[in-house]
């Protein structure tokens, strides 16, 4: 991977939408460099999708919100239950929007998540509490979200 390629990825990873003749213009790289790139990119699987930018709220679900999740060591009556099996759980949330596994002195997972009011939250976060295997959950409201423009290419 080259400096042509990371500079792709930078911009990808911020401004997904942008088109092949954009990112060429932003990038000072000929079109189809960069449209044989990304394809490179995406046939490699160092590309694997591309995501919306939403405003959430103007959408029914506008409440956004971080919960940390602390495992079990042991559950009576069952051992240890494995990471996996609970995050399998958690992928059958619509609310959940991202799951990621963390090391971290006090919880081991982050979920992102949208709810539609703080009543919605609350009937998450007990649903949640019922996951064999989830010990305890702490919840962070999102208050605002800054969506930070491409960064600057430097050669």
Same mark, same amino acid.
């Given at each position: 991977?080259?400096?042509?390629?990371?500079?792709?990825?930078?911009?990808?990873?911020?401004?997904?939408?942008?088109?092949?003749?954009?990112?060429?213009?932003?990038?000072?790289?000929?079109?189809?460099?960069?449209?044989?790139?990304?394809?490179?990119?995406?046939?490699?699987?160092?590309?694997?999708?591309?995501?919306?930018?939403?405003?959430?709220?103007?959408?029914?679900?506008?409440?956004?919100?971080?919960?940390?999740?602390?495992?079990?060591?042991?559950?009576? +009556?069952?051992?240890? $239950? /494995?990471?996996? &099996? *609970?995050? %399998?759980?958690?992928?059958?949330? #619509?609310?959940?929007?991202?799951?990621?596994?963390?090391?971290?002195?006090?919880?081991?997972?982050?979920?992102?998540?949208?709810?539609?009011?703080?009543?919605?939250?609350?009937?998450?976060?007990?649903?949640?509490?019922?996951?064999? +295997?989830?010990?305890? $959950? /702490?919840?962070? &409201? *999102?208050? %605002?979200?800054?969506?930070?423009? #491409?960064?600057?290419?430097?050669?």
């Amino acid at each position: 991977m080259d400096q042509k390629d990371k500079a792709i990825i930078q911009v990808l990873g911020r401004r997904a939408g942008l088109t092949s003749r954009q990112l060429s213009k932003m990038l000072d790289i000929p079109i189809s460099t960069v449209h044989r790139r990304i394809k490179k990119l995406e046939h490699e699987g160092v590309i694997i999708g591309y995501k919306a930018m939403i405003n959430y709220e103007l959408t029914s679900w506008p409440i956004g919100v971080l919960l940390f999740i602390n495992l079990e060591e042991y559950t009576p +009556g069952k051992g240890h $239950i /494995s990471k996996n &099996i *609970i995050l %399998d759980a958690l992928k059958t949330y #619509p609310e959940i929007e991202e799951l990621i596994e963390v090391q971290a002195a006090m919880f081991d997972i982050v979920i992102r998540a949208r709810v539609a009011s703080l009543r919605g939250l609350s009937q998450l976060v007990e649903e949640l509490r019922g996951i064999e +295997g989830i010990e305890e $959950i /702490s919840a962070a &409201i *999102i208050t %605002d979200e800054v969506v930070l423009p #491409p960064p600057t290419i430097v050669d």
